[in-house]
Every structure is written in C-alpha cells, then in structure tokens.
C-alpha cells in the first residue's frame, strides 16, 4: 500500500477534521504523499491530536471543498457515455450485469472528487512536527486503550500472523484514527468520477474494476463501500487492488469486512499484509542510537548495512551507551534530519512497513507510536526545532542549482530521493561541510 515516497526531510500533510477518542480532540493525520502517476497504493491517514494537520505523507486542499458542487448537464452527458463504455469493458472482464446495475444505481459525477485531486495543496511538515503529532500523547493514551478493549482480538491477530499488536494498533491509529476517520464517500461514484476524469484514469479504473470484484463477492454493499475521496476504504485505508491481495476473513463470517465497527477483519488484513513481505516477530523497526564524535556520515546510507556489533565498533550504539543486540540482524543508520537530529539504527521490518507508506516519516511514526504503546521511551535526541521544511519549488530549485553545480541529481522533481541525497553529500563533502545527505534551507542558502 504505497504511495510515492517523499524522502526523509519532508511530509505532506493534511487537515481532515476533529473527532472525540479517550476524551480527547484527534485529528486524523494521514501522511500521504501527492499522488504521481500510477504507484499509489492503500493506506491512509493519521490522526493528529490537536487542531493541527494531517500525518500521513500525505496532500489535501487547502480550501474547503463544497461537496454539493452540481455537475454541468454537459458533463453528466460525458460522463454517462463514459459509463457505457467502461460497463462493456467491465462486463469483458467478468463483472456480471447485476453487480454492475446495483453498484451505479445513483452513481452521478462528483465534481467535489475533482476538485481535491486538482487542489492538493502542498504542506511540508519538518519530520519532528509530524512526530509530535504521530507519538502525542493523546494518540499514544488512545492506543493504550484500543489496546485494552481489543486485547482478545489483538493478541489472536498477532500469534496467527506473527506481527505485534502495536504495530498493527500503530498503523490503525495513523491511518483512521482508531477507526474515527474511515471516509464517508461513496467509493464507487469517487472512483468512476476519477476514473472518467482521465488524468489517472487507467489507475483508477483499475481500481474501479476491483471495486467492483469486491462488490460481486458479496463482502459488502455497494452503498455501504465508503472510504476517501481517492478510494481508500476501511480502518486501514486499503485500496480495492490491495484488498483483494490481502484482506482477510478473520471473524469467519465469510466477508472480509473491513468497513464494520467491528475492527476486526481490517485489523487482521494490515497484519496479513505485513506478514505477506516478510515482518520478523521480535525485530524492531529501529532502535535510536548515539554517534561517536567524528562518525563518517557517508555511512549513514540505506544501501550500507552491518551487524549491530560492527557498528559498535565504530562507536554507533543505543542511547544508554550499550550495543544494539546482534539478534536483530543487520542494520542500516538512518539521519531523517541530519547531523543535527535523531539517528536510528533501522532494521528489515523498517522496509515492510515501507510497503504501505514509502515516506520515511511515516515509517518512523508507526514504529514510534507502536513502542510508545508498548510502554516505550520518548525518542531522547533534540531536534533542529529552528529549521523549516523546504517547499515544493525549494525542492526543484535546490536540484536545479546541485545539477547546475556539478552534483546531478538525475532529474528535477521536487522529491528527495537517493540520487538527491547523493547529489547533496557530493556538494558537502566539496563545501568541507558534514556529509549527511540532509537537504535543509541552510544548503539551499548555500547553493544561492
């Protein structure tokens, strides 16, 4: 379940609302990165506690969108010449006639879809904002008591599938909110409208056929499949091709009903799907760790993995001055915020939460906020609190001038991958600056 990865300096984030949990106001807070192509996949939100934004990487508009907007008759007429078409390539690929009658019974075109595609505005959160959020204090007492009442659930969920319930309850959390923020749209009318918009059409008209499949095996009603305006359903946010991949029927009632008040099947769907990529039961996602002084930060590179015990031969160990377990297995050293901030020692299970948000921040978010419900510590390093993320147009002009420089980045597209990352350790380590790939308002003022 992914959508396209943001890289470690920055997260979209979006405001979805407030709702009640434990007494408190939470926000959900899904980090969702804007959709680029054909590579977004399931998962949602996250709830954020204060009247704040969202935490999933993840863009939403920044005005209110009316979601009454009429259609123009002109395109009502295009849209159901679409919907004649699309129905006789849906009827080629196995959906019935039935289904396809019930599940467009009312089905119009939604122009307020539309217009939150068109209008994703872009707000960049620095990864400590987004953590303050993630890890608050609210979310980590709501997750204590998800915990609590779904204990008997929770505990059979992760000794058939082998994932911790934190993990799970972690992702619920960020997604949905614990449930709060499952999305109210009409999945197969926000699909359609997308999928006849034609920007990404071929995506989501995919998903439209998969929809549809659900539909047909009788998991649930069309009416009663909601989810957000793009299409992601349920307490997980899966998308209607994952769903089909890996929800599960965990309460045995024969539907894989993830869109039920009852949690369970949703919640035992996000462990098969963490299982289905290799989580390791006992693994941490990461472990925060101390560098020594002088610690060559051309290391601190996902592609350079090593034992625990080597890197404490270098002098990387836990922040109590003790070596990381060699049991976890190798381990990369992850800087989300440069030399300045926290570094953690990241594990295998770091990728397989990757495959349901690419961004690292909300990789770091899921595995904070699931070892502070398990009782789990703070994280104890500062933060460059005086820092600001980059924007979008910060992003793109920062590749240009490295490319420009001498240190190509591989293309201009305002998101800071690996070949960016690269790009700026050439230019500090040209600079005689720290090479810790991080790439900050400091550098770009540099690059000016």
Known sequence: MQWISFGSVAVMAAILGTSTLAGSVERSVRPMIRPAGATVMPVMALAAVTAKASLRPKVRPAAPIKANTAPTPEKENEFAAWGTGFKARALAQGISARTLSAAFDGVRYDPSVIKRDRNQSEFTKTIWDYLDSAASDV?????????????????????????????????????????????????????????????????????????????????????????????????????????????????????????????????????????????????????????????DYALADRKIEKMPNDWARLGVVDVNGVAVPARHGKASVLLPAGNKGAAFMIFDNFAVIERYNTADAYVIGVGHLSDRIKGGPAIRSGWPRDDRALTFDERQEMQRRLTAGGFDTKGIDGRIGPKTIDAVRDFQRAKGRVPDGYASLQLLNALR
């Open 139 to 295: 979310r980590i007492a709501n997750g204590k008591s998800a915990l609590s009442t779904h204990a008997a659930k929770l505990t059979q969920i992760e000794a058939r599938y082998g994932v911790e319930k934190e993990v799970v309850l972690a992702i619920w959390g960020l997604e949905s909110a614990y449930g709060a923020f499952r999305g109210s749209n009409d999945v197969i009318q926000s699909l359609s409208t997308l999928a006849f918009d034609g920007r990404r059409g071929a995506f989501f008209e995919e998903q439209l056929i998969a929809a549809l499949k659900i539909l047909q095996s009788g998991d649930t009603a069309p009416r009663n499949m909601t989810g957000s305006w793009a299409g992601a359903m349920g307490h997980t946010q899966f998308i209607p091709t994952s769903y089909l991949q890996y929800a599960v029927d965990f309460t045995g009632d024969g539907r894989r009903d993830i869109w039920s008040d009852d949690p369970s099947d949703a919640l035992a769907s996000t462990a098969a799907y963490l299982a289905k990529f290799g989580w390791t039961k006992g693994q941490p996602w990461g472990v925060e760790v101390r560098l020594p002084s002088g610690f």
